[in-house]
């Protein structure tokens, strides 16, 4: 079997997403490129079940099957285009994160309001409720990733982006958990976002530098870290 690393990288993130409820049934979809080949979940499998023949190579220019047999998720236009888009991604998680769900409802400018959220993920933007599975859903996805790291999708989800399958997971755990954070804050009573200024500074923190490098080591010991 061709690139049976990244096949388990993604079997095995695929799992976690399962267990942490980001994702029930067969929704949502990750994907991976190694080169010119995007490996991405195959349509209407469910992530706990998933075997690593479940992901599908497909090019990424012409978006056909290069390795595997079955039909890759309805959603490859929204894949390919985030790598079309990145060319510093190999890695891209859309989930059905339910709390990021309902943020991505309110229309809101999703900035920082942690170091974590500030070093590591940077602004969300929501896109506005496209039908799944179409060029429009890519086209929305696509301009926005140009510049972010993870989108709120309306009524759908959410999707992040990454130097490699690790940083796109941390960032999806990191949003799903801000989200919460936001929704206690607001029922609360009293909400912060940081200011531009406050983002700065934690983006020009030595401390934070060191852990960005830290989430997108992986290659060679990627098994144990994932
Ligand atoms: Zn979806």
Do not use: W
């Not at 056909?64 to 929204?78: F, L, N, R, Y």
């Not at 999707?159 to 958990?177: D, K, P, Q």
């Not at 954070?181 to 401390?207: H, P």
């Amino acid at each position: 079997m061709k690139n049976i690393r990244i096949k388990k990288q993604l079997v095995k993130i695929g799992r976690k997403i399962a267990d942490k409820e980001l994702v029930v049934g067969p929704g949502g979809n990750i994907s991976a490129r190694v080169g010119n080949i995007v490996y991405m979940k195959a349509s209407g499998i469910c992530f706990e079940e998933a075997k690593a023949s479940d992901y599908i190579g497909v090019d990424l220019k012409t978006g056909k099957i290069v390795d595997g047999s079955k039909k890759p998720t309805c959603e490859i236009a929204m894949h390919l285009g985030c790598y079309l888009e990145r060319k510093d991604i190999t890695a891209v998680i859309h989930t059905h994160a339910p709390i990021a769900t309902a943020v991505g409802m309110q229309d809101i400018p999703f900035r920082p309001f942690s170091p974590d959220l500030a070093a590591l993920v940077g602004n969300v933007p929501t896109i506005k409720y496209v039908v799944p599975g179409g060029k429009e859903l890519a086209e929305e996805i696509r301009r926005v990733i140009k510049k972010h790291n993870a989108a709120l999708m309306c009524n759908h989800g959410l999707l992040t982006v990454g130097a490699n399958l690790r940083e796109a997971y941390y960032r999806t755990l990191l949003i799903e958990g801000a989200c919460k954070t936001f929704v206690a804050a607001k029922s609360l009573g009293k909400m912060k976002f940081f200011t531009k200024k406050e983002a700065e500074q934690i983006n020009n923190l030595e401390a934070e530098s060191y852990r960005k490098t830290l989430l997108t080591l992986l290659d060679e010991t990627s098994d144990e870290l994932l």
